[in-house]
Nanobody
Framework: QVQLVESGGGLVQVGGSLRLSCVASGNIARLNRMGWYRQAPGKQRELVAV???????NYADAVQGRFTVSRENAKKTVALQMNSLKAEDTGVYYC??????????????????WGQGTQVTVSS
């Protein structure tokens, strides 16, 4: 029911920058967690940066100081500014959102939705 659409991926040289955006749509009652994960070829999907319902932010150690995640609750969007990109940042980046959707009157349904992913390739 909740759809996430990512944009902003592409090709960039080592040391360059990219900005990813994600927009959530659907009958959303509450967004708790929203952020970004990535998956490199042959590796498990891993957390990149997430914003939590309490306002806290978690960054992967590998991106700390280089990436910045920002969230606009009213627009149901989350962005990831990626600076000083490295070759190891290459992968498919996925938007994730967790919260509740409206169902019948007096009832909400939890959701955990993922976008289709956007490719980020960092080359030298």
């Amino acid at each position: 029911q909740v759809q996430l659409v990512e944009s902003g991926g592409g090709l960039v040289q080592v040391g360059g920058s990219l900005r990813l955006s994600c927009v959530a749509s659907g009958n959303i009652a509450r967004l708790n967690r929203m952020g970004w994960y990535r998956q490199a070829p042959g590796k498990q999907r891993e957390l990149v940066a997430v914003t939590n319902g309490d306002g806290s932010i978690n960054y992967a150690d590998a991106v700390q100081g280089r990436f910045t995640v920002s969230r606009e609750n009213a627009k149901k969007t989350v962005a990831l500014q990626m600076n000083s990109l490295k070759a190891e940042d290459t992968g498919v980046y996925y938007c994730n959102a967790v919260g509740f959707t409206f169902e019948n009157v007096g009832y909400q349904k939890p959701f955990d939705s993922w976008g289709q992913g956007t490719q980020v390739t960092v080359s030298s």
